[in-house]
């Protein structure tokens, strides 16, 4: 199947009451094994690709990969671009194929965060490509982002609608005491400013730092809103422990081998808890 963007998996995950996970990727041996079991589990998918991983290989060779990865799977396959937070990339990126993207200027003030995402909505459109925003301060990998944040670094709901509709996202990413990386301590999501912020827009919301996040809060988050978690730290641990195990094979190839499955089965538990197993 050809590479989509976000709006028809998200809207689909919104009428079933489930989420898609979107997962990292830096290589043709997680993109194989995610894509693989999301064949398996008759799941719709999305590959990620973030400012980390795109120096590895490049943008038109990782868009190279989840192209001829997906025209080999069954289910829809989205592929995009995650926490670009320049313009530059973000057109680097839809011009190497990327059928969605993120633009990620929650950083900055309202009014600019809201000038920079539009750009980028108008600069996609042209192109058939989808884009998410983000508004509210989930943090940048490798950076320490305490888990339940400050109450001024959440998602404001009062202000939500005025984002989505002032920018035409078609996905909003919010930060309800979420974080990226691996929880310090268990977080306790903010579903009241999770319910506002759903009652106020009509956008599909996204929950990033999905790693870590107890079964019970995920699932009551889906249930008010959440169509998208992103999953990265925990197939980079799967990863990487099976790369680096005391008995790992001697040929790397073999070390792959094992780390291509390890990714699998954290990709493989994930779809059946966000429930979209049976959903392609």
Known sequence: MEL??????????????????????CNAETAQAIVGIACELRSPVILLIGPCEIPLLGAKTLGRIARLVAEEADVPVCLHLDHADD?????ECIDA?????MIDASARGFD??????????????????????????VGSVGRETPEG????????P????????????????VAIGNAHGIYTRRPELDFDRLSAIAAATNVP????????????????????????VNVASEISRAFLAAVCAPDRPAWYAHALVNAKEAAAEVTKQWMRQLGSANRA
Do not use: C, W
């Open 4 to 25: 989509i963007g976000i709006n028809t998996i998200l809207a689909d995950a919104r009428r079933g009451h489930y989420a898609v996970g979107a997962f990292n990727f």
């Open 87 to 91: 313009i530059p990339l973000v057109r």
């Open 97 to 101: 194929g990327f059928p969605s993207v």
């Open 112 to 137: 600019d965060n809201i000038g920079i995402t539009r750009q980028v909505v108008e600069m996609a459109r042209d192109r058939g490509v989808t884009v998410e925003g983000e508004l509210g301060a």
């Open 149 to 156: 944040a400050s109450g001024a670094s959440l998602t404001d």
């Open 158 to 173: 009062s202000r939500a609608a005025e984002f989505a509709e002032r920018t035409g996202v078609d996905a909003l990413a």
């Open 205 to 228: 919301l996204v929950l990033h730092g999905g790693s870590g996040t107890p079964p019970d809060q995920l699932a009551r988050a889906i249930e008010i809103g959440i169509t998208k």
